[in-house]
């Protein structure tokens, strides 16, 4: 493994933030041949499950080398998207939250806050949010798109 992306102190921390979860965040990494940032994106998430493997489990598959790669692109919708990042609660089931490309910068801290909602099954959206949500009778897509500063 190249140099790790995450310091002694940031894995500390996350260490903490981890230990007063109540469950298991599930982490799928979809990656692929032609991919921009897999090889990165992996190691930054095999460095997270290294920190605390009992509240981040992860597995890796590839869409391309992995029989059951494209189905589970064509199951989460990450179809032609690589490094995808697919968060799942603690029974496996989808949680609708999606990283594509490396979470570096911002982002990376954003993750850590999702993973740590994940693992706890609850999300820090405010009870009206909540409610507007639901109130919906169809499907939701929110996208966020971050560009480098």
Do not use: W
Not at 14 to 36: D, F, Y
Not at 67 to 78: D, K
Not at 88 to 113: C, H, K, Q, V
């Amino acid at each position: 493994m190249s140099e790790r992306f995450i310091s002694q102190e940031d894995a500390a921390t996350i260490a903490s933030m981890m230990e007063e979860t109540a469950g298991t965040a599930n982490v799928l990494l979809l990656v692929g041949k032609n991919c921009r940032f897999c090889r990165e994106t992996r190691q930054l998430l095999e460095e997270l499950h290294e920190i605390s493997p009992e509240h981040i489990a992860l597995r890796v598959v590839d869409v391309d080398e992995d029989p059951e790669g494209a189905a589970l692109a064509e199951r989460y919708g990450t179809e032609g998207k690589t490094p995808a990042i697919v968060y799942l609660d603690a029974e496996g089931n989808d949680t609708g939250m999606r990283y594509y490309g490396i979470p570096s910068g911002y982002e990376f801290g954003a993750m850590i806050e999702d993973l740590v909602d994940v693992a706890n099954g609850r999300s820090q959206l405010s009870a009206a949010s909540l409610e507007k949500v639901r109130s919906h009778d169809e499907d939701l897509l929110i996208r966020v798109f971050v560009t480098p500063t």
